[in-house]
């Protein structure tokens, strides 16, 4: 039902931005905490990010103060901007939509993100 369409992954050298959408389409985006997740080569899926509808954020404490997360509830999309990039932030990162107190959670297909110089 929902799906998630990412974009803005790709190369970045260490030190440098990139900024990530998520656009949410299939149900009703307001019901949904949004987030963005990663995984590195020979590690276990972590949290980057989360938002509510309302606009509370969380974040893991590997991109506390370099990375923000927003939602825009008019156009239906989530943003990661990355920024100070650092080596051991490459991954694949992931967009989830999660409906609280159900078992909806949905996964977008992943974006490469690659901080190398």
């Known amino acids: 039902q929902v799906q998630l369409v990412e974009s803005g992954g790709g190369l970045v050298q260490p030190g440098g931005s990139l900024r990530l959408s998520c656009a949410f389409s299939?149900?009703?985006?307001?019901?949904?905490?949004m987030g963005w997740y990663r995984q590195a080569p020979g590690k276990q899926r972590e949290l980057v990010a989360t938002?509510?509808?309302?606009?509370?954020?969380n974040y893991g404490d590997s991109v506390k103060g370099r990375f923000i997360i927003s939602r825009d509830n008019l156009k239906n999309t989530v943003s990661l901007q990355m920024n100070s990039l650092k080596l051991e932030d490459t991954a694949v990162y992931y967009c989830n939509a999660d409906r609280p107190a159900t078992w909806h959670n949905y996964w977008g297909q992943g974006t490469q993100v690659t901080v190398s110089s």
């Open positions: 299939g149900s009703i985006f307001s019901i949904y905490r």
């Open positions: 938002i509510t509808s309302a606009g509370t954020t």
